[in-house]
């Protein structure tokens, strides 16, 4: 890096983005679970019916919604822990300027 080259941080927006990332994972879950079981089939009832044609559509669609159900659950995981890594690195960052700064006012630096 350059020596006129710097990193500025701003911390507590940092953290505050993360947290707001976790109330979009959280809300992504609560549909993602919502999709599931507002999809979820009976196998003992199903919409598709028990002929030819309706085991050959279930047998396609079970595996289809399994995927996408997977899917959609990952999503969420992956919004949360991005959102657990932005507060990590906020926290982290505030203690680093924190420790410095410390540094600065008693000399040590």
């Not at 941080?9 to 993602?32: F, I, K, N, Y």
């Not at 079970?62 to 926290?91: F, K, W, Y």
Request: no cysteine; net charge negative; proline share 3%.
């Amino acid at each position: 890096m350059a020596d006129d080259e710097r990193t500025v941080v701003q911390p507590d927006q940092m953290v505050r983005g993360g947290e707001l990332t976790d109330q979009v994972s959280r809300r992504a879950r609560e549909l993602a679970d919502a999709f599931v079981e507002a999809t979820r089939q009976d196998p003992a009832h199903p919409v598709w019916g028990g002929d030819a044609y309706g085991k050959t559509f279930a047998k396609d669609y079970e595996e289809s919604h399994r995927q996408l159900a997977e899917a959609v659950v990952h999503l969420a995981d992956a919004v949360s822990a991005a959102a657990a890594m932005t507060i990590s690195s906020g926290t982290s960052f505030a203690a680093a300027q924190s420790t410095a700064v410390e540094r600065i006012q008693d000399g040590s630096a």
